[in-house]
C-alpha cells in the first residue's frame, strides 16, 4: 500500500448505506507513516544504492506503532461487535415484522374462509328453510283440505237430515191429529225399564 493510499483512504471514508463515514486509522497510521517517509528520504550509503537508514530511529517507530496497535485493534473488534449486534437487532426486528405480516396475512385468509362457511352455512340453511316452509305449506293445505272435506260431508248430512226432518214435519203437518189415551201412553213409556 503506497503513502497515496493512506491519504486516500484516510480522507474518504468507508461508504454505509447512503452515508459515508470517515475513517481514522489512529497512532499506528502517523507511525507507520513517519518510518516510510524516512526509509524513503534516506540519503544512499557512500558507493551504494543502498539507503542509509537509522536503525535506532526506525526501530523506535515501528515499536511505537506496535503499541498502539492493539488499542486499535480491540477497538476495530469493538466496532464489528458493535456492527454485528446492530445487524442482529435490525434482523430479528426484520424477522419480527416479516412474522407480524405472516399472522396478518393467515388471519386475514382465516376471515376469508370463515366468511365463505359463513356464506356456504346460510345458503344451505336458507335452502332448508325455504324446503321446511314448501313442505309444511304442502301438509297444512292437505290437512285444510282433509277438513273442509269432513265438514262437507257433515254440512251435506246435515243438510240432509233438516230437509228430512222438515219433509216430516210437512207431513206430519197435514195428517189429522191423533187421540192419545193416557193409560197406554204411560204403560209404553215404562216398558223400557223392564228390558233393563
Do not use: H
Request: hydrophobic share 40%.
Amino acid at each position: 500500500m503506497s503513502n497515496d493510499d493512506f491519504e486516500i483512504f484516510g480522507e474518504a471514508g468507508v461508504q454505509y448505506g447512503n452515508d459515508v463515514v470517515p475513517v481514522s486509522l489512529g497512532d499506528t497510521e502517523s507511525f507507520l507513516r513517519d518510518a516510510i517517509d524516512l526509509i524513503s528520504s534516506a540519503p544512499n550509503a557512500p558507493l551504494s544504492s543502498a539507503p542509509k537508514i537509522n536503525r535506532e530511529q526506525i526501530l523506535e517507530i515501528l515499536q511505537d506503532a506496535l503499541d498502539c496497535l492493539p488499542a486499535e485493534i480491540t477497538e476495530a473488534r469493538w466496532m464489528l461487535t458493535e456492527r454485528d449486534q446492530f445487524l442482529a437487532k435490525t434482523q430479528i426486528e426484520a424477522d419480527e415484522i416479516l412474522e407480524a405480516g405472516r399472522v396478518k396475512v393467515a388471519r386475514m385468509v382465516q376471515r376469508t374462509e370463515v366468511v365463505k362457511a359463513a356464506e356456504a352455512r346460510a345458503r344451505s340453511v336458507k335452502e332448508a328453510a325455504n324446503e321446511d316452509s314448501q313442505r309444511l305449506k304442502s301438509e297444512t293445505e292437505d290437512f285444510l283440505d282433509r277438513r273442509l272435506g269432513s265438514f262437507e260431508v257433515l254440512l251435506n248430512r246435515l243438510v240432509k237430515t233438516v230437509a228430512e226432518g222438515r219433509v216430516q214435519m210437512t207431513a206430519a203437518a197435514n195428517r189429522p191429529p191423533n187421540q192419545v189415551s193416557l193409560e197406554n201412553e204411560t204403560i209404553q213409556l215404562f216398558d223400557q225399564d223392564d228390558d233393563l
